[in-house]
């Protein structure tokens, strides 16, 4: 975590391409993310969102009411994306951490006014949800989007943060009995819930196999 | 999420115990929060962090010499914690969403200076981690908890709110063919892996087989 001293940065020794693509890893694999703006007040306000990435932006988008999206429109926000990989246990307290991937992004958040532009990031928001879902859906009509708001944000000024391995104790506590490793933690999908009202012999979609394989353990 | 327009916002009819033992549940049961803060150059900031819950606060912790965490001195700040339950999905592309439970707290970072105190929470953040732990790490030196920047937050400006349950459809579409229902997600954990500098012939503790049992799938 940030706030960790000892969080490994992982600085790639060639920035550019290899960054990029660690950037855009880390945003299609985590689920969602956090949205950080300044309200008029002056205080931070941060809220859980869906995102979805397209070559060099990140969307999201919400209800065209919404204040925190109001707030954000041609505003400097921060959208941070976090993936937890696993628990590090140390020989000291101080050392004890997490394994975790994040992307945090500055930019201005720019509003998407053209509907067409509008609805392929409705198509992405959708695919990354379930991947394959798309040709399966009602597709928006002209009114739904004008009442969604949707926004991008630059990657120019994203960067990315990896702590991966065992812990890092002080030298004189290797010799210490106590158990130290990494936990590894992964995502896993349970059983389709069929709506309620579902239309009877509607039967789940095998793209629903897919979802949330789970990451490796023991990162 | 708190971009969609028709999440539910459970506001309980009796406001009170029952909200604060949701939201104490909500960040005890969250690995971890974003903590936004305002930089002094006026932009958001928004950075993954563990935290522990303590009565009616929530407290950070890092390194002393931390941008982030000077930035938030006293200062206001906004720490969010989001627990991603399922996913949903819909007939119609807007109302694909998903089921989780956040928390967003407002309120000012306040510095604790008291060694005692700074020593109970990192006791708390290690035993948040992976209940149990604390007995059995070496615990922190008056050098190490100089060095660590303990800050806690009221409770008092918290907030929960939570999806659950199927699609909410527009009433002409669910006479569509479309598969829609919801997909529970939970977190497990892997076999722990042993640091490779282990003293040798430390077997793994019994509380590691306790962690991460992950939440009932299909909310």
């Given amino acids: 975590m940030a706030t960790k001293s000892k969080t490994k940065l992982r600085r790639m020794p060639k920035r550019g391409d290899h960054d990029r693509r660690a950037i855009a890893a880390i945003l299609d694999e985590a ?10 007040a002056g205080f931070p306000v941060v809220i859980p969102t869906l995102h979805a990435r397209a070559g060099n932006h990140v969307y999201v988008h919400g209800s065209a009411g919404s204040r925190t ?3 954000a429109g041609a505003a400097e926000v921060c959208l941070t994306a976090t993936l937890l990989d ?5 020989r000291s307290a101080v ?4 394994n975790y991937r994040s992307v945090v ?3 201005s958040a ?8 509008k609805e392929r990031a409705l198509e992405a928001f959708t695919e ?11 597709p928006p009509t002209p009114r739904e989007l004008r009442a969604t708001a949707v926004m991008r944000i630059s990657l120019a000024e994203a960067s990315a ?20 490793g990494t936990v590894g933690l992964s995502t896993i999908a349970g059983e389709p819930q069929p709506d309620p009202r579902l239309v009877a012999g509607t039967e789940p979609p095998s793209y629903l196999r897919n979802l949330a394989p789970g990451r490796e353990p023991g990162r």
């Fill in 161 to 180: 943060k990896v702590r991966t391995g065992p812990p890092l104790d002080d030298e004189e506590d290797y010799a210490l009995p106590t158990w130290a």
């Fill in 128 to 138: 990354k949800l379930v991947p394959g879902r798309w040709p399966d859906v009602r």
């Fill in 105 to 107: 992004v500055f930019g």
């Fill in 86 to 90: 696993g628990l590090v246990l140390a």
């Fill in 95 to 98: 050392h004890h951490s997490v």
């Fill in 69 to 71: 999206l109001r707030a």
């Fill in 31 to 40: 689920p969602v993310s956090h949205l950080g703006v300044v309200d008029p």
């Fill in 110 to 117: 720019e509003a998407i006014d053209d509907p067409a532009e």
